[in-house]
T-cell receptor, first 115, second 111 residues
Framework: GAVVSQHPSWVICKSGTSVKIECRSLDFQATTMFWYRQFPKKSLMLMATSNEGSKATYEQGVEKDKFLINHASLTLSTLTVTSAHPEDSSFYIC???????????FGPGTRLTVT | KQEVTQIPAALSVPEGENLVLNCSFTDSAIYNLQWFRQDPGKGLTSLLLIQSSQREQTSGRLNASLDKSSGRSTLYIAASQPGDSATYLCAVHNAGNMLTFGGGTRLMVKP
């Protein structure tokens, strides 16, 4: 199946700093990628849809100035958590569908801890 | 708004049992339904994808069925093994390739 990578796999940062998370489709092009957030023992919550070459579409209740998304190429989307606070600590996962399959392929996730 | 529910939320069984995990959704106008496995602290691994025109898909000891009209899907795991212990998530594909996830079923298979 298709491969999606995320970097870093985990990160610890101090309150007030910004953190960038990368999501890459390694063997296919993705005009659309999705960013999810997952709290411990909870399911995935869609945060935003990342669109190559245009603005991301955010779900209701997700602050777009807080969670900056950039989809600069067909294989890379980035999520930047700006001015991070402890409540932003979570597991962030991205996914991408291929053009040839209906399946969505997920990255391994990034564990963010804000101290 | 699509809502997806999974029952049970948690399940603990002895090795060798056959299992049924349930998933229901409120809006039957779905494109596809996908079952995933998630190990603690890890990403999602796709298990099975059922297209809206299909009724079931099989892979090894896994069989997933889909009844769109009643808004239900089941994941059947035959002869469970300790290695099957994980959280199982079902997700429905809506317009725009967006997924709506259920809350998951945490499965523990005891040796």
């Amino acid at each position: 199946g298709a491969v999606v990578s995320q970097h870093p796999s985990w990160v610890i940062c101090k309150s007030g700093t910004s953190v960038k998370i990368e999501c890459r489709s390694l063997d296919f092009q993705a005009t659309t990628m999705f960013w999810y957030r997952q709290f411990p023992k909870k399911s995935l919550m869609l945060m935003a849809t990342s669109n190559e070459g245009s603005k991301a579409t955010y779900e209701q209740g997700v602050e777009k100035d807080k969670f900056l998304i950039n989809h600069a190429s067909l294989t890379l989307s980035t999520l930047t958590v700006t001015s991070a606070h402890p409540e932003d600590s979570s597991f962030y996962i991205c996914s991408a569908p291929t053009h040839t399959s209906y399946e969505q392929y997920f990255g391994p996730g990034t564990r963010l801890t804000v101290t | 708004k699509q809502e997806v529910t999974q029952i049970p939320a948690a399940l603990s069984v002895p090795e060798g049992e056959n299992l049924v995990l349930n998933c229901s959704f409120t809006d039957s106008a779905i494109y596809n339904l996908q079952w995933f496995r998630q190990d603690p602290g890890k990403g999602l691994t796709s298990l099975l994808l059922i297209q809206s025109s299909q009724r079931e898909q099989t892979s090894g000891r896994l069989n997933a069925s889909l009844d769109k009209s009643s808004g239900r899907s089941t994941l059947y795991i035959a002869a469970s093994q300790p290695g099957d212990s994980a959280t199982y998530l079902c997700a429905v594909h809506n317009a725009g390739n967006m997924l709506t996830f259920g809350g998951g079923t945490r499965l523990m298979v005891k040796p």
